[in-house]
């Protein structure tokens, strides 16, 4: 009798630890549910290291679920971004620079890329102008509130040109065309890539670009709203992690690298291998970015594109919190 007791209280024992070992194994094997969170990204080579970490797993591998919402250019990437489309965005310095006049409650996170030649000068020979010397009363396309317009304003200021003199024509990326150029109205474009490729292709032989190459250097940054960061804050790290890895990635696999962009943003072979010793891909936050938004934002006001006012406190809006957890060489602000 006391064999038999002992016998069922073994067989229940072991049911139970059966049950258990099934509950445990379904548990594991469920998917993991990972935060979610999406990037308005600006189609441009400048982008790579978002693409890249989307391409290579590394957002998920990091802990994160990131959906990509492409757009052209900083500025709609930005709008995006403020308006609840999206919970984070890139965008150049100078986009930062012209809406931290009317918003503050959005952060720097970090910059990932920079280029001392990215946005160009553009004109034909057709046109009197053959150096930045001769932008004097010159009618020039640009995008407004974009690195477009202050790159053309400081490339003007280094030549000793009143900018005050340039007759700037408004319009967008996709406009920055050869129609624009032939129609007359205009006598340069002053763009970034791929637009300035597609256009020097366009005009083959009349082509002319205007030397620019090291006068100017364009960051680019990811951006985030002050309330994704205070609600998702182990998510931001995850995504900054991915983007470290993307950039090791770019340096030590660079034609893997050039392959994925190129099949991302359905770009020519020769743009890619023309474009890509321009850019440096690597993630910092630290004191040259500071000066160049002040430096912006004092040219902004100078030219008239924001009427006098405080400057913003951009000390306050570089975040750097997330990336010193990456990198605790990150520079204090």
């Given at each position: 009798?006391?064999?038999?007791n002992e016998?069922?209280?073994?067989?229940?024992l072991?049911?139970?630890?059966?049950?258990?070992?099934?509950?445990a194994v379904?548990?594991?094997?469920r998917?993991?549910?990972?935060p979610?969170l999406s990037i308005?990204?600006?189609?441009?080579?400048?982008?790579?290291?978002?693409y890249i970490?989307a391409?290579?797993?590394?957002f998920r591998?990091?802990?994160?679920?990131?959906e990509?919402?492409?757009?052209?250019?900083g500025n709609?990437?930005y709008?995006?971004?403020?308006?609840?489309?999206?919970?984070?965005?890139?965008?150049?310095?100078s986009?930062v620079?012209?809406?931290s006049?009317?918003n503050?409650?959005?952060?720097?996170i970090?910059?990932?890329?920079?280029s001392?030649?990215?946005?160009?000068?553009?004109t034909?020979?057709?046109s009197p102008l053959?150096?930045p010397?001769d932008?004097?009363?010159?009618?020039?396309?640009v995008?407004?509130?974009?690195?477009?317009e202050y790159?053309?304003?400081n490339?003007?200021?280094?030549?000793?040109i009143?900018?005050r003199t340039?007759?700037?024509?408004?319009?967008?990326?996709?406009?920055?065309?050869?129609?624009?150029?032939?129609s007359?109205?205009?006598?340069a474009l002053s763009?970034?890539e791929p637009?300035?490729y597609?256009?020097m292709?366009a005009?083959?032989?009349?082509?002319v670009?205007?030397p620019t190459?090291?006068l100017h250097?364009?960051s680019?940054?990811?951006l985030a709203?002050n309330d994704t960061?205070?609600?998702y804050?182990n998510?931001?790290?995850a995504?900054l992690?991915?983007l470290?890895?993307a950039?090791?990635?770019i340096?030590?696999?660079p034609?893997?690298?050039?392959t994925?962009?190129r099949?991302q943003l359905?770009l020519?072979p020769?743009?890619?291998e023309?474009?890509?010793?321009?850019?440096?891909?690597?993630?910092?936050l630290?004191q040259?970015?500071?000066?160049g938004?002040d430096?912006?934002?004092?040219?902004?006001?100078s030219s008239g594109?924001?009427?006098?006012?405080?400057?913003?406190d951009f000390r306050?809006?570089?975040?750097?919190?997330?990336?010193?957890?990456i990198t605790?060489?990150a520079?204090d602000?």
């Amino acid at each position: 009798m006391i064999k038999s007791n002992e016998s069922a209280i073994s067989a229940g024992l072991l049911a139970l630890s059966l049950l258990s070992l099934g509950v445990a194994v379904g548990v594991l094997s469920r998917p993991t549910i990972l935060p979610q969170l999406s990037i308005a990204v600006s189609r441009t080579p400048l982008s790579a290291p978002v693409y890249i970490a989307a391409a290579q797993g590394y957002f998920r591998d990091q802990g994160v679920d990131i959906e990509l919402q492409e757009v052209i250019g900083g500025n709609r990437s930005y709008d995006l971004m403020a308006n609840g489309g999206a919970d984070l965005a890139t965008s150049s310095e100078s986009v930062v620079m012209f809406h931290s006049f009317d918003n503050s409650d959005f952060s720097v996170i970090a910059s990932f890329a920079s280029s001392d030649n990215d946005i160009k000068l553009i004109t034909t020979t057709n046109s009197p102008l053959r150096s930045p010397y001769d932008l004097t009363g010159a009618r020039v396309a640009v995008t407004p509130h974009s690195s477009s317009e202050y790159f053309l304003h400081n490339v003007a200021l280094m030549h000793g040109i009143d900018t005050r003199t340039l007759n700037l024509r408004e319009t967008t990326p996709e406009n920055m065309t050869l129609e624009l150029l032939e129609s007359g109205e205009i006598q340069a474009l002053s763009l970034w890539e791929p637009y300035g490729y597609k256009l020097m292709q366009a005009l083959g032989e009349k082509a002319v670009l205007l030397p620019t190459k090291g006068l100017h250097s364009t960051s680019f940054n990811l951006l985030a709203l002050n309330d994704t960061l205070a609600r998702y804050p182990n998510a931001i790290v995850a995504t900054l992690r991915a983007l470290d890895q993307a950039a090791e990635y770019i340096e030590r696999d660079p034609a893997g690298a050039k392959t994925i962009i190129r099949r991302q943003l359905q770009l020519e072979p020769a743009f890619v291998e023309w474009v890509w010793p321009d850019y440096n891909f690597r993630l910092g936050l630290g004191q040259s970015l500071l000066i160049g938004l002040d430096s912006a934002a004092r040219w902004a006001q100078s030219s008239g594109a924001i009427e006098p006012q405080p400057l913003p406190d951009f000390r306050s809006m570089l975040d750097n919190r997330f990336l010193r957890q990456i990198t605790p060489e990150a520079q204090d602000l």
